[in-house]
């Protein structure tokens, strides 16, 4: 088992493979996003707060936030956002950049223990974020790519990850505070991407034993109805042992996705969170069918049909 | 490699291993529906037709049909329903019914290598059913509950299911045409249901190599939104291996997750079944971005953001 902890000041996020699934909200991001970059680079944050608000509000857990503008002061601008942020929602974040100062400045405005994002294999990267992680005690999304760029091999995007939990570890950050992102390919582009992830994420999961991450959104790339791709994608990551992703709570889909996973993997004690968000009024008068009284047996071809029977279900196209 | 070969007179499906998921429309069935019972112990028929229709329509590669209506001739309504059918769509059939004499009418009207839905570990069933599926050339599933009911332990039903599986081999059908179903729990009344049925489908296929299927709507019993408890099921039990499904092929939500699954399996080569379904007819004058562009390196924080950034995606909220 093992639990990567991040929190804000005042509360607690887990990670874990026994816990429910983590959802890090990836909206607050200028990157092709023209009017919030202009908005953030003039210092109107007011987007980044409806941003912050909407997606906890959707279901996210935590909040990514990158300052990612060209020419801008990203280093101020990051931890003016980390600090917005912080102020209007309880969530703890991931601070999102490639820029060792930006990481710097927004792990320095953080109150909690943050989530640095990222860090890859690549040597310079290595030693530039792995101390700042270190410093202040944060987590860290390790991206299994290096020098050599992105391998389509998923033995050689192992290798590295292997390669950055060690590399903390010598920098005294635990596998626990290491978070892998093993590197979604687009299945429209490589048809075995799917079944190269979920084999990655169990090898990430019994042989490094940490927790995962990813940008799931790039497994549909290029595809009509992305959620449909993304949602099958998460509920088959969160099959194979994937801890986390960085996507967006403001898809609906992608959330009950989620959350249905979490209830298929015995992550929603009782069912409880699908039932409380999910749950209907029943019409007045009407007796409810509650889980206590599922079926338990099916005998003379029974319990597909009592279930279909008793469910209340709606009948497309009436009986 | 295990192939179940299913036809009508002029159509083979094929459950396999490989192969895209197999959904089979569970909607000609009276249980539960007052008025399409009726009109069937009537003689009227329109319903039935209707519901094939809409169900080949929507997706289902086969049909199940059942008669099981109370104090009804079975076998003969059994008969005329598969024989309707079969008149108007082209598609595989299950012919489900607990009743020997109703499936032994139902296989006599059929034309093609149909689907016996089903038989149990009982030994009477065994050996009323096994001899049919043997003199018509069927495949037959095989419910992994027998005199004892069903046991709550999964290793048991795995041991029924082998003895079907060998039952079936001393009657002369191959384990190729015997298709297992596990049964599913409902998950709000056995919180670990999901995770025993992805353990027993992969023991189904990597112990006894058998195709298997399941009603998939049992482990939403009780639940509220229980399509999107299905649709995580449904596409965990694809990446677990199952090959096919009894279902209601007109939730559009189903269907969409089990043709996400087979792209995420790599089972829709090119995506080309997904893309024909989903494709968006684009405003005049846009450029479309096809899978042939999709990113192939993620530096400097690229991939998730450039694939976000060129998606397309409508940005719920606006920019």
Not at 54 to 67: F, I, P, R
Not at 159 to 164: P, S, Y
Request: aromatic share 4%; hydrophobic share 45%.
């Amino acid at each position: 088992m093992t639990d990567t902890v991040v929190s804000s000041a005042t509360r607690e996020v887990v990670l874990g493979f026994d816990r429910p699934f983590v959802i890090i909200g990836e909206r607050i991001n200028p990157t092709g996003r023209k009017l919030l970059a202009a908005e953030m680079a003039a210092g109107d944050f007011s987007r980044v707060e409806a941003d912050a608000l909407a997606q906890v509000a959707a279901g996210a857990h935590m909040l990514d936030v990158n300052a990612g503008i060209p020419l801008a002061d990203e280093p101020a601008i990051l931890a003016r956002a980390v600090r917005l942020v912080q102020s209007i929602t309880d969530v703890p974040l991931s601070i999102d950049s490639s820029i060792v100062a930006a990481l710097a400045a927004g792990l320095e405005a953080y109150r909690g223990k943050a989530l640095v994002n990222s860090v890859t294999g690549e040597e310079e990267r290595l030693e530039a974020v792995l101390p700042l992680v270190k410093k202040y005690g944060a987590a860290v999304v390790a991206i299994s790519n290096d020098e050599t760029g992105i391998s389509e091999d998923p033995d050689v995007r192992f290798a590295v990850a292997r390669k950055i939990v060690h590399r903390a570890l010598d920098h005294g950050i635990p596998a626990s505070d290491v978070v892998v992102d093993p590197l979604v390919m687009p299945i429209g582009a490589i048809n075995g991407a799917g079944v190269q992830v979920m084999r990655l994420v169990q090898r990430l999961r019994e042989e490094l034993k940490v927790n995962t991450t990813c940008g799931a959104s790039n497994i549909s790339f290029g595809l009509p109805a992305r959620d449909g791709i993304n949602s099958a994608f998460l509920t088959m990551a969160i099959a194979s042992g994937m801890t986390s992703a960085i996507t967006n709570p403001l898809h609906g889909d992608i959330v009950r996705a989620c959350m249905a996973a979490d209830v298929m993997m015995g992550h929603d004690p009782d069912c409880a969170r699908w039932i409380r968000r999910f749950r209907e009024v029943p019409p007045p008068g009407a007796s409810v069918v509650g889980a206590g009284d599922a079926p338990r047996g099916r005998r003379e071809g029974g319990m597909r049909r009592r279930a279909a029977a008793a469910s209340g279900t709606p009948t497309p196209g009436g009986n």
